[in-house]
């Protein structure tokens, strides 16, 4: 496990950041996670576009978030946040043409970059519970610098990718391929990669092979929601009526004066039944 360095310096702009929708010159578009934007057991769709590093010592670069987008089934945004790792001294950082969707100017905390951690966390806790759709998402599974593989322990991963194995006779096509052969759309006219546009094309890929009817689900899960709420009201039914005197009576493990003043009403309620009634 990474030790996490933080410099003064990131302290204090991390306390000074807004982690609401940001529209700085970050490209990322909501930089705090919307889990109301969830329902229960709804699939999650994620992309991730990379940041490298390089280890002192070590001949090849390793990668990392640089952003990561998390949809609904809707196609609405939950998570769109570039993800800053402090500096540490022995990592060196690669950065990569802007066109690969991960610039340094995003990485900065005033143009609405979020702590790598804070950003691993959430999509932890978005993902935990859930089928997670990638498209040819091998390095998306092992991009998580602090948490690891740990992320998806209890996760469902479906790759889109091998959903469409063999389209155009290619064993693993890419996701342009697959959203202009199936979908009728073109990806990244800019030549720019937007994780936001990819993901949103592997979340159409995916219910266009297993369609999610969202709007039912919403009403399953509502109806379900009345039949509990039924139950704790009845429940909270039989207790008031026993507090009220309406259910059984219990004056076990009660002490001291609490145990006598019911032994006293209990025998002046036999004395009361128990005794004649003298006629005049």
């Known amino acids: 496990m990474p030790v ?3 410099k003064a310096v990131d302290l204090e702009v991390s306390a000074k950041q807004s982690t609401s929708q940001l529209t700085t010159p970050g490209r990322a578009t909501q930089t705090s996670p ?3 934007k969830l329902i229960k057991g709804e699939p999650v769709f994620l992309d991730i576009e990379f940041q490298k590093y390089k280890i002192d010592g070590e ?3 390793k990668h990392r978030i640089g952003r990561v987008t998390c949809l609904n089934t809707a196609g609405e945004t939950v998570l769109d946040a570039d993800a800053i790792y402090p500096r540490e001294a022995n990592i060196k950082k ?3 043409p802007a066109e690969f969707g991960v610039t340094a100017q995003g990485l900065l905390f005033e143009n609405g970059g979020v702590a790598a951690h804070k950003v691993e966390g959430w999509v932890a806790n978005i993902v935990k519970n859930r089928t997670v759709v990638v498209h040819g998402g091998t390095h998306d599974l092992t991009s998580f610098y ?9 996760s469902t991963m479906v790759d889109t990718q091998d ?6 006779g290619r064993s693993r096509p890419g996701l342009d391929i697959c959203a202009s052969v199936e979908l009728g759309i073109s990806l990244r006219k800019g030549g720019e990669h937007c994780p936001v546009e990819d993901a949103d094309a592997t979340r159409r890929l995916y219910l266009k092979a297993y369609p999610y009817d969202r709007r039912v689900e919403v009403e399953k899960q509502k109806e379900n929601n009345k039949g509990h709420e039924g139950t704790k009201t009845d429940r909270g039914s039989k207790a008031a009526g026993t507090i009220a005197g309406k259910g059984p009576q219990h004056t076990g493990n ?3 004066s609490a145990k006598k003043r019911a032994r006293n009403r209990a025998a002046r309620a036999a004395l009361a039944v128990e005794q004649p009634i003298e006629k005049e």
Not at 146 to 154: A, F, H, I, P, S
């Open 59 to 61: 001949l090849k670069q």
């Open 146 to 154: 602090y948490k690891g593989y740990d992320v998806w322990t209890k």
């Open 254 to 256: 009660v002490s001291g």
């Open 163 to 168: 959903i469409y194995s063999g389209l155009r």
């Open 94 to 96: 690669c950065w990569q």
């Open 4 to 6: 996490i360095v933080v």
């Open 34 to 36: 919307l889990y109301h």
